[in-house]
């Protein structure tokens, strides 16, 4: 439930980084910051992982409120290292789709 309510409250505000460590950090991957791992990694990681369904919501939410599709694909392909990690299949077309769909800045 933390998680759900930081992810949503990051994602709402377009603080990209934010979201980013915060999934890392819940996954246990490399590069989470240190102001989320202050009982060390392993403290920071749900004992049961992410639901698929706030990691694909998280992702896209990245990619959408947060425009920034590149970071969103990055983080899924991290993500997708960690073993019995469940992610939606279609999720990297869909990410993909939009960064294609992206206007030019």
């Known amino acids: 439930r ?15 980084a934010e979201v980013a460590g915060l999934l890392r950090a819940a996954a246990g991957l490399a590069g989470a910051p240190p102001r989320f791992l202050p009982c060390g990694a392993a403290g920071a990681q ?3 992982g992410l639901p698929a369904e706030l ?12 425009s920034d599709e590149r970071v ?4 899924l392909q991290e993500l997708q290292s960690v073993r019995g990690l469940k992610l939606d299949g279609r999720l990297h077309m869909r990410l993909a ?6 206007p030019p800045a």
Not at 55 to 65: F, N, Q, R, V
Not at 72 to 75: E, K, N, Q, R, V
Not at 97 to 102: F, L
């Open 2 to 16: 933390t998680y759900t309510l930081l992810l949503r409250a990051c994602v709402a505000a377009g603080a990209t």
């Open 97 to 102: 789709a939009r960064a294609i769909r992206k």
């Open 55 to 66: 990691l694909t919501e998280a992702l896209e939410g990245i990619a959408d409120s947060c």
């Open 72 to 75: 969103a694909l990055d983080l």
């Open 46 to 48: 749900p004992k049961d």
